[in-house]
T-cell receptor, first 114, second 109 residues
Framework: NAGVTQTPKFQVLKTGQSMTLQCAQD?????MYWYRQDPGMGLRLIYY???????DKGEVPNGYNVSRLNKREFSLRLESAAPSQTSVYFC?????????????FGPGTRLTVL | QKEVEQNSGPLSVPEGAIASLNCTYS??????FFWYRQYSGKSPELIMS??SNGDKEDGRFTAQLNKASQYVSLLIRDSQPSDSATYLC?????????WGAGTKLIIKP
């Protein structure tokens, strides 16, 4: 039971390059989330998927796209990377059924855009 | 806009003392509240969840909720150097969690 996994762990891009961050969970959770975290700041929601087949914008969606590939996988794409997208990206998943609906996090992807 | 407020700290506490972390939130209809711990360079991990007014204890940790005052707190008894981390408060809002910016806690040996 791996929980939430993310690939890659580290990535360096040049301005204008594109890349996709991968996330998978094996906990049969309905909802999945992408956050970014900048130094000294809290988590900011980029996009989320409340259930398979749906995606919604969060607080900071500009410059990103997402795909909920199936119940397990939720990917984040940067079409044309900018230095302002240098950050740590966390994927999380959650079940909203029942009382215990906390989010579980992956290990993060540390992205640098030069 | 729904908000969660935390004192950014750092909060410095002597080893063995009680650390008290506070959080206020703006969404009156929120029903679920969470405290996460985040070590430097790591992902957040759940410490406590609380859903009802009052206290909830788990080992050295106690979460306190006062919905009338829209206030959540986390007490850490017998603080250890390993408790040094950033503590994030999160409040449920529909399918999302609204996050505070976190309080950095430093336990001094």
């Amino acid at each position: 039971n791996a929980g939430v996994t993310q690939t890659p762990k580290f990535q360096v891009l040049k301005t204008g390059q594109s890349m996709t961050l991968q996330c998978a969970q094996d906990m049969n959770h309905n909802s999945m989330y992408w956050y970014r975290q900048d130094p000294g700041m809290g988590l900011r929601l980029i996009y989320y998927s409340a259930s398979e087949g749906t995606t919604d914008k969060g607080e900071v969606p500009n410059g990103y796209n997402v795909s909920r590939l199936n119940k397990r996988e939720f990917s984040l794409r940067l079409e044309s990377a900018a230095p302002s997208q240098t950050s740590v990206y966390f994927c999380a998943s959650r079940t909203v059924a029942g009382g215990d609906n906390e989010q579980f996090f992956g290990p993060g992807t540390r992205l640098t855009v030069l | 806009q729904k908000e969660v407020e935390q004192n950014s700290g750092p909060l410095s506490v002597p080893e063995g003392a009680i650390a008290s972390l506070n959080c206020t939130y703006s969404d009156r209809v929120s029903q679920s509240f969470f405290w996460y711990r985040q070590y430097s360079g790591k992902s957040p991990e759940l410490i406590m969840s609380i859903y009802s007014n009052g206290d909830k204890e788990d080992g050295r940790f106690t979460a306190q909720l006062n919905k009338a005052s829209q206030y959540v707190s986390l007490l850490i008894r017998d603080s250890q150097p390993s408790d040094s981390a950033t503590y994030l408060c999160a409040v449920n809002s529909n399918y999302q969690l609204i996050w505070g910016a976190g309080t950095k806690l430093i336990i001094k040996p």
